[in-house]
């Protein structure tokens, strides 16, 4: 079947095949309208070779795709989005990638192995291959495979994505230095990246991080080991330094932050309260979202949040719950103390509107319903509480039967109550 040259547009191809064998190939809309969806035997290989000149966008969903796709990929010129959600071979990802080096702009791999990362960044005489217009690279590595041992050319001096703008890596870091990201400082817009302690030493040892070269990161996703009980005792405390340099040089850009598992919370509230005393840079200004769950914040901790976060209006938080105890007079000192006056307490931040919080330690939802409840007091957009879904209801009839019972929120309970009622 052949296609005709005006449908040379933007042909999106998604192969996935089924246990009886056959395959099927389904065209961007732009395409469909003409000539449909085509559900074919194995004989879609010959079907591709005939549309590769017209192929910019190709997805592989199983693994057993490949038999049918393998001898057509190699004659496909022009690509501009691949995603391989199965391993591949060494041989077929390099034939690919040197064919459409020059024209990738979205490149997703999931199991990358040393075989296959050797491929993605050198060709097979050793000399670095370079993606001149890649924008958005993802891969996904696990660390059974250790690193990969690279040719020298390409590992001293290789750059492969001189645009990246969004680098997104899941589970490990294979290459043993800055390879991937050596050219990008100054155009990455969205990170997420594991901090191994392999990636702390690349990332800490990195010529443009040690040049404090200014990003313009918007969008951060920093995730620690799970099994960090297994590394150094300072692994947290440097996993933490690091993600604090990479905030702070990205001059006030980043929008999204997330820091995930294990980070220093010490560390982390010392530089937000920091904030309006920092002279080089406000490193969280013009954050918007910020999600925190393994900190284990007390109150005092996430009116320290509000305040020196200004623009905020997403927070996704653990709130301890020994934070505050309504019953206990102590407890109730502790909050005056927090709150001087009602002039200083309304409004601690005017954007936040959405707060999911997620309740830590023993004592009873009580305790953290009413420190919602006193955030909520001096919030006035706060319109979203929300937890997490096995303590919903007891969380919400928490807050409801707190205002009932309390008299400290006064004249804003009607506001409370309506913050509240529209809970589900």
């Known amino acids: ?9 933007s042909v999106s191809v998604s192969v996935s095949s089924s246990a009886s064998g056959s395959a099927s190939v389904s065209v961007s809309k732009a395409c ?18 005939e549309l590769a000149a017209n192929i910019s966008v190709v997805r592989i969903d199983y693994d057993s795709s490949l038999q049918f796709v393998g001898p057509a990929m190699a004659f496909t010129k022009g690509l501009t989005h691949l995603s391989m959600a199965f391993p591949v071979s060494a041989g077929l990802l390099s034939q690919i990638v040197q064919r459409n080096a020059e024209t990738l702009q979205h490149l997703h791999i999931q199991s990358l192995h040393p075989e296959l990362a050797r491929a993605l960044v050198s060709d097979s005489c050793g000399q670095p291959l370079v993606y001149p217009n890649l924008e958005h690279l993802r891969f996904s590595q696990h660390a059974i495979f250790g690193s990969v ?41 969205r990170l997420c990246l594991p901090l191994t302690p392999r990636v ?3 990332v800490s040892q990195s010529p443009g991080f040690r040049s404090k070269a200014k990003t313009e990161i918007r969008h951060l996703l920093l995730e620690t080991s799970i099994f960090n009980h297994d590394l150094a005792a300072d692994y947290t405390v440097q996993a933490t330094r690091l993600a604090l340099d990479i905030i702070s040089a ?28 920092m002279t080089t840079t406000a490193a969280f200004r013009n954050l918007t979202k910020l999600c925190c ?41 502790r909050m005056v103390t927090y709150y001087a006056s009602p002039e200083e307490m309304f409004p601690l931040n005017k954007w936040v509107s959405s707060w999911h919080v997620v309740g830590r330690g023993n004592a009873k939802m009580a305790n953290i319903a009413y420190a919602v409840l006193l955030v909520a007091l001096s919030c006035p957009r706060l ?30 309970k009607h506001r409370l109550w309506h913050l509240v009622s529209h809970q589900r």
């Open 1 to 9: 079947m052949l296609i005709p040259a005006a449908s040379a547009l």
């Open 32 to 49: 469909s309208e003409s000539y449909g969806t085509w559900s074919v035997e194995p004989s879609i290989g010959t079907l591709l070779s």
């Open 149 to 189: 041992a690279l040719p020298e050319a390409v590992s001293s001096c290789g750059a492969p994505f001189p645009r990246l703008e969004s680098l997104v890596v899941e589970n490990s870091y294979m290459f043993t230095n800055d390879l991937v990201f050596r050219a990008a400082y100054g155009h990455l817009r």
């Open 200 to 202: 702390i030493k690349i």
């Open 250 to 277: 990205s001059s006030s850009t980043i929008q999204t932050l997330y820091l995930l598992n294990d980070f220093d919370k010490h560390m982390v509230m010392q530089a937000i309260r920091s904030e309006k005393t």
């Open 293 to 333: 769950r393994s900190l284990a914040l007390d109150l005092a901790d996430v009116t320290s949040m509000l305040r020196n976060i200004p623009r905020l209006r997403n927070l996704d938080c653990s709130l301890a719950a020994d934070s505050l105890d309504p019953h206990n007079a102590e407890s109730v000192e």
């Open 383 to 412: 319109s979203t509480v929300t937890h997490s879904p096995l303590f919903k209801q007891e969380f919400y009839e928490q807050m409801r039967e707190l205002l009932q019972e309390t008299s400290l929120f006064g004249g804003y």
